[in-house]
């Protein structure tokens, strides 16, 4: 008669031993836990959308097809904002940051600190953190499009991790000043650093660590 016991402890202990991924898997945004590692070479955009799906997999919600909000400079040049869908989207805690595209791109979306978590449903460290991971690759402009092709801003679509400069942008809305690229969430500032603006090393002085926000595009 120990059966029945052992089932009653079982559906006591069911909430706390399954994690929260019945949340998460209706999460449509999320900004990467981790970067691939090297640097701003992500394999181009394929390579950044394939890091985004395997991250949605690993925390439940790997049924929609997910896309790194990034742009490209060039021939056939991307903008970040035609390549996401088109929204609402919400945060793995089911926050909703922004109804659409229109609305990401302004000063209405509530993508914040609180609000900005990794597919974990965990915050970045931002502004006064240690490390400070608030810098997000996304090479784009403040209305999410591409730059003009005379200057690299993707670290050569992402395919570099030695010489050029990606567009950051920052998770936690804050930077060194009270002004608008401090506490743009896409546009912040490109990257720098000894190594030439592309390495991993680059990203991480600045306060980066080479992360991206993904978006579900279904």
């Given at each position: 008669?120990?059966?029945?016991?052992s089932i009653a402890a079982f559906l006591i202990a069911?909430?706390?031993?399954?994690?929260?991924?019945?949340?998460?898997?209706?999460m449509t945004f999320f900004v990467t836990s981790a970067g691939p590692g090297k640097g701003a070479d992500l394999g181009g955009l394929a390579g950044a959308d394939k890091h985004c799906q395997s991250l949605a997999q690993s925390a439940g919600a790997g049924g929609k097809t997910w896309h790194a909000y990034l742009s490209t400079q060039g021939d056939g040049a991307v903008n970040?904002?035609?390549?996401?869908?088109?929204?609402?989207?919400?945060n793995a805690k089911g926050v909703v940051i922004a109804t659409g595209v229109d609305d990401l791109h302004s000063a209405n979306n509530k993508l914040n600190k609180e609000n900005d978590l990794s597919e974990?449903?965990?915050?970045?460290?931002?502004?006064?953190?240690?490390?400070?991971?608030?810098?997000?690759?996304?090479?784009?402009t403040p209305d999410g499009r591409a730059f003009p092709a005379d200057k690299d801003m993707t670290c050569k679509n992402y395919t570099s991790s030695t010489q050029g400069t990606v567009m950051v942008g920052h998770s936690d809305r804050q930077g060194l000043?009270?002004?608008?690229?401090?506490?743009?969430?896409?546009?912040s500032h490109p990257?720098?650093?000894?190594?030439?603006?592309?390495?991993?090393?680059?990203?991480?002085?600045?306060?980066?660590?080479?992360?991206?926000?993904?978006?579900?595009?279904?």
């Open positions: 008669m120990k059966t029945p016991l069911l909430p706390y031993a399954v994690p929260a991924l019945g949340q998460q898997a209706n970040a904002r035609d390549r996401i869908g088109k929204g609402p989207w919400q974990k449903g965990e915050p970045i460290n931002g502004r006064g953190d240690t490390p400070n991971r608030h810098d997000i690759l996304t090479g784009s000043r009270d002004d608008d690229p401090s506490r743009s969430w896409n546009s990257s720098r650093g000894p190594d030439g603006g592309c390495s991993q090393n680059d990203l991480k002085s600045t306060g980066g660590d080479g992360l991206l926000y993904c978006f579900a595009a279904n």
